[in-house]
């Protein structure tokens, strides 16, 4: 099973004590197993435009958001993967879209746009431009 590049999911979340979440961590671990990142430390850079419009929306709870970001399992080596990522919640529905990207491309991708990448590279055409 190939790396997912499209998600649609309904997001619940909670606010726990830590003897909570160890009581449902224990009752869990019949039941799931850790995947390859299940102890790693995630690491999201958030895009906003120089008004805050993407946090003011969410912060307002409206019906539409949407976030873009850059995110890494753990610290990346240069040639490990990062991902691109843009996220909608639509009416409590979360839809997420990535593209995967080398490390070491990601500076000069953010920096020019996608057209940096070699588009052999991407399943979908994509292009996001930086002004």
């Known amino acids: ?41 995630i690491l ?9 419009y993407f946090i003011n929306q969410s912060m307002k709870k409206v019906p539409y958001k949407s976030k873009f970001r850059v995110r890494s399992y753990g610290t990346p080596l240069m040639d490990e993967p990062a991902f691109l990522e843009l996220k909608k919640k639509i ?13 070491d491309a990601l500076e000069n991708t953010l920096q020019t746009g996608l057209n940096c ?9 994509v292009c996001l431009k930086t002004r």
Do not use: C, N, W
Not at 11 to 21: G, I
Not at 44 to 52: G, V
Not at 97 to 103: D, S
């Open 44 to 52: 999201s850079l958030y895009f906003d435009t120089p008004q805050y």
């Open 117 to 125: 990448l070699d588009h052999q590279q991407l399943v979908s055409r």
């Open 1 to 41: 099973m190939g790396l997912k590049r499209v998600f649609k999911r309904r997001e619940y979340k909670y606010l726990l004590s830590a003897e909570e979440y160890i009581t449902i961590r224990k009752l869990l671990m019949g039941h799931m197993s850790e995947d390859q990142y299940g102890l790693t430390t």
């Open 91 to 103: 009416q409590g529905v979360v839809y997420k879209r990535r593209l995967q990207i080398p490390y």
